[in-house]
């Protein structure tokens, strides 16, 4: 997919990116640079239409991808089969001839179907939950890893490489991602601690 951006929507486009990317790599770090932006320009393509046109200047906005959008869009790949398999056996389900005790069952069962219904939302919770604790054992990796995309950013502005028109936002985020994995744990540190107060996280 081509993502093709103006240049009075580029701060815009920028924005959701790395907003996108940052609440997605605290809740499924492992989700495809892909998948992240392809959700990021979905989330773009509705948000940009609300933004002011104004002739010949840069709008103002301040752009929160909402956090329960970018989890959405992650847990929705784990759970989209088991919904699925799901529907088609309440669908698969036969028919019984109803009398007047069969109904009343039914009609127990119907009750309990409703609050049957909240199990997969609770599988999801203790899902994220497990994601939060694994986290938590690592409480720095997170700050770190958003201090060098911001860091990045600003340097890639600072050197005009944000102004190319031939480089692309997918590029750069996958050039920044390549940067912080090729570093190990020394290095993520001593920047960490040389650059850790340059930002408000």
Request: aromatic residues 6%; positive net charge; glycine residues 2%.
């Given at each position: 997919?081509?993502?093709?951006?103006?240049?009075?929507?580029?701060?815009?486009?920028?924005?959701?990116?790395?907003?996108?990317?940052?609440i997605v790599h605290e809740v499924?770090?492992?989700?495809?640079?892909?998948?992240?932006?392809?959700?990021a320009w979905t989330q773009f393509?509705?948000q940009k239409w609300i933004i002011?046109?104004?002739?010949?200047?840069?709008?103002?906005?301040?752009?929160?991808?909402?956090?329960?959008?970018?989890?959405?869009?992650?847990?929705?790949?784990?759970?989209?089969?088991?919904?699925?398999?799901?529907?088609?056996?309440?669908?698969?389900?036969?028919?019984?001839?109803?009398?007047?005790?069969?109904?009343?069952?039914?009609?127990?069962?119907?009750?309990?179907?409703?609050?049957?219904?909240?199990?997969?939302?609770?599988?999801?919770?203790?899902?994220?939950?497990?994601?939060?604790?694994?986290?938590?054992?690592?409480?720095?990796?997170?700050?770190?890893?958003?201090?060098?995309?911001?860091?990045?950013?600003?340097?890639?502005?600072?050197?005009?490489?944000?102004?190319?028109?031939?480089?692309?936002?997918?590029?750069?985020?996958?050039?920044?991602?390549?940067?912080?994995?090729?570093?190990?744990?020394?290095?993520?540190?001593?920047?960490?601690?040389?650059?850790?107060?340059?930002?408000?996280?």
């Amino acid at each position: 997919m081509s993502y093709e951006v103006p240049d009075n929507e580029k701060a815009l486009w920028e924005a959701v990116l790395m907003q996108a990317m940052n609440i997605v790599h605290e809740v499924a770090p492992t989700t495809p640079a892909s998948h992240v932006v392809s959700a990021a320009w979905t989330q773009f393509q509705s948000q940009k239409w609300i933004i002011p046109r104004l002739a010949g200047k840069q709008p103002e906005f301040s752009v929160a991808v909402p956090e329960d959008v970018v989890k959405q869009i992650a847990l929705d790949e784990t759970h989209s089969n088991n919904e699925k398999n799901a529907n088609k056996k309440r669908q698969a389900s036969p028919s019984k001839t109803k009398n007047s005790i069969t109904e009343k069952a039914e009609n127990k069962e119907a009750g309990h179907s409703k609050s049957s219904k909240s199990d997969p939302k609770k599988k999801q919770t203790k899902l994220t939950d497990v994601r939060s604790k694994k986290e938590t054992d690592k409480p720095r990796k997170l700050p770190q890893y958003n201090l060098f995309v911001k860091y990045q950013i600003q340097k890639m502005k600072k050197n005009g490489i944000m102004q190319e028109p031939n480089v692309k936002p997918t590029d750069r985020i996958r050039e920044i991602s390549r940067k912080w994995s090729g570093m190990n744990e020394e290095q993520k540190n001593h920047f960490f601690e040389k650059h850790g107060n340059d930002f408000d996280n």
